[in-house]
């Protein structure tokens, strides 16, 4: 038994039977209608025997599911960035993480599209409890990270997850996604926990922590939705931590959320490529000596990658505009679009309660002050 058992996806040999242990669940009839409307459930249940591998699987099925949900709830996916990257290297993908299923599902399709190597994706296994969504997450290279464990169980866990990371780039030759923290950034700040990158760096052995990370060659990557699909949702969790209640989920709520981010409405989204982390983790090492110090401005160095190369949308410079009572950016969207965002605003929460109000503006507007911040460090 290899250690990674616990939290690997599948081995190619392994897909055309768990491909078929699922195929006839209600879920994936439901994914297949959703992506292929006008074929006959016969069809697709015949073209799965043809289904031998994770590439297969991800070029037949789930690139076209992504396309489906692109086409019905978004007006278009843009990227930039990407061009500098090249066909045959693995990449270090850390990115800023707003929807569960979708951040790395839009980054893998446009890695596809470019002939460039996709991502191996890790995801809560708290996120894929029903058998269902279980197999489906291994069938599309996704590995788990393991939630709700002892400090010890935790420390093991992190060692595991770090050597199985090292392992996909370096021998496997496959690119990974990670999260910059454990979460969604639900009140839309983006910051990378300098937790994950100690996790990472604990397969380092001999070498430094600025060499090794040089051999991961870490890609920040900047994700901006218009609209959040899941705005709403992340209000009552953001309500209980200012009230400084306790915030228990609901026994559904992680599959809602779910299913919401891929359906919801999102308008445009965008995703930019930033540069691989090399000449800024030299300097680092050549004036912090103190390794969670370097850490911390590793962090630094991801988090401004990310919030500088952040597509501001014009509802990013509405929602500033109304926290403010200002026009300040008035120039940046049209009368349309804010009444729009308005409507939006009205509709998903009581706009007579003036807390709820400022923490869905504030969800919006948080990428343009971070870079506001950003410009005057």
Known sequence: MSKFDEIRYFYDHEVNEKLGSVARDPMMKALMNFTFPDTDEQIWLEQFKNINSISDFQHKVIAHTVRQILAKSSDGLTTSGFEKLDKNTPYLFISNHRDIVLDTSLLNLVLLEKGLIMTASAIGDNLVRKSFLNVLAKLNRNFLVQRGLSIREQLTSSQTMSEYIEQQLHHEKSSVWIAQREGRAKDGNDSTQQGVLKMLAMAAGDQSVTDYFKTLRIVPVSISYEYDPTDSLKMPQLL??????????????????????????????????????????????????????????????????????????????????????????????????????????????????????????????????????????
Do not use: C
């Not at 912090?288 to 401005?297: G, P, R």
């Not at 026009?327 to 940046?332: F, K, R």
């Open 240 to 377: 209980a931590q200012h009230r400084e209640e306790q915030y228990v989920k609901g026994k559904n709520e992680d599959f809602t959320t779910m299913l919401s981010g891929i359906l919801g409405q999102k308008k445009r989204i965008h995703l930019h490529a930033g540069d691989v982390l090399d000449t800024e983790l030299d300097e680092i090492a050549a004036t912090i000596d103190n390794k969670n110090k370097q850490l911390q401005a590793i962090a630094q160095v991801i988090d401004r990658s990310i919030i500088e190369n952040y597509k501001l949308w014009p509802t990013k410079y509405i929602a500033y505009d109304l926290l403010h009572n200002t026009g300040t950016y008035a120039s940046e969207y049209t009368e349309q679009e804010k009444q729009l965002f308005i409507r939006r605003l009205e509709m998903r929460i009581d706009p007579s309660d003036p807390v709820s109000k400022e923490f869905f503006l504030t969800m919006y507007a948080n990428p343009l002050i971070n870079k506001i911040k950003a410009q005057n460090i």
